[in-house]
């Protein structure tokens, strides 16, 4: 059991989790964050990130998420890589029990993000690093030269599908709908790209493998015409889950699992704040993440003056 109860520990090391951490450490609090994997989340798998300011060459999302981590820490902010168990939040001393123990906490900043949705499809999670991916920065350099197949129609699809034009030799992107909702800022370079075919008002059936993807079976919603599409790979890119299956039986959630906090970041637990993606919010961006963790700082201050 550790001893010692921190003034904050933060669950994730994505850009709301570091900022709440270093907004909470230049106010001279202790501060715990708590990463499972890897410093950035989302953003630390993102190739280049062009709309955050101050770089206007843009940026790689592993790059910030290492500054960001850095800058913390400069403030004495402790990270420790450790997945978290369980939680209990409902105390004035909350308990955050991971793979290397129990800490102890006078506020939590819930900041563990969202996680890709799959496809729902026979081997799909089977062949997940065989064939089938969530994330195309990762694993895009293993698909060079060869052709993939990209589903999805929003930011992150048509994202993936510009990277992986500058890799693969041949790139479909198959989108239920006849027209993308992706940002007019990646439509032009879209319709530009000659090796990527648009495949459209269409859904993937089925993943055609022998122990690795050898195609895709696609069928038109419109006609009910199925056509089989030979690939290398497969990237998803069809929107994500909120990391809040840990939480979800202590704090408030919508349907979705998104975690019920306002613009102050405070959910229905005192001292318990949510920020980033896997809070309810209308925009989800490297952004507005970093806001609500400067925002969660501010108002975790406030309570541990008056509690």
């Known amino acids: 059991m ?17 900022t709440a951490a270093l907004y909470a450490a230049r106010a001279n609090l202790t501060v715990l964050l708590l990463e499972k994997l890897t410093p950035g989340g989302q953003m630390g798998t993102t190739d280049v990130i062009d709309n955050y300011p101050g770089f206007p060459e843009g940026i790689n999302g592993f790059e910030l998420a290492m500054q960001m981590k850095q800058g913390a820490e400069r403030f004495g902010v402790e990270t420790k890589l450790s997945e978290v168990l369980s939680v209990d939040l409902k105390g004035a001393v909350k308990q955050i029990r991971t793979a290397d123990g129990t800490y102890q906490a006078k506020t939590v900043v819930l900041a563990s993000g969202a996680h890709p949705r799959e496809l729902g499809l026979a081997g799909e999670r089977e062949l997940r690093g065989r064939g089938v991916s969530y ?44 027209t993308l909702r992706a940002s007019k800022v990646y439509l032009d370079p879209l319709q530009k790209a000659e090796n990527v075919e648009f495949v459209w008002d269409s859904e993937v059936q089925e993943i055609l493998q022998d122990g690795k993807i050898q195609g895709v079976l696609v069928r038109n919603k419109k006609s009910g015409e199925k056509t089989e599409f030979s690939c290398d790979g497969l990237f998803v890119a069809v929107g994500y889950l909120p990391n809040t299956g840990l939480f979800r039986s202590q704090v408030e959630t919508d349907e979705a699992g998104y975690v019920l906090a306002d613009e102050t970041t405070r959910t229905s637990l005192p001292g318990v704040y949510a920020v980033g993606d896997l809070r309810r919010k209308p925009l989800r961006q490297v952004v507005t993440a970093a806001a609500d963790g400067a925002v969660a700082a501010h108002f975790i201050e406030e309570y541990l003056s008056i509690s």
Do not use: W
């Open 2 to 18: 550790e001893q010692n109860i921190y003034d904050v520990v933060i669950i994730g090391g994505g850009p709301g989790g570091y």
């Open 135 to 178: 994330c195309a920065t990762c694993d895009g350099m293993f698909y060079r030269g060869k052709t993939v197949v990209v589903v999805g129609g929003g930011n992150t699809a048509a994202a993936d599908v510009l990277y992986l034009s500058k890799l693969c030799k041949k790139v479909y992107l198959v989108h239920r709908r006849d």
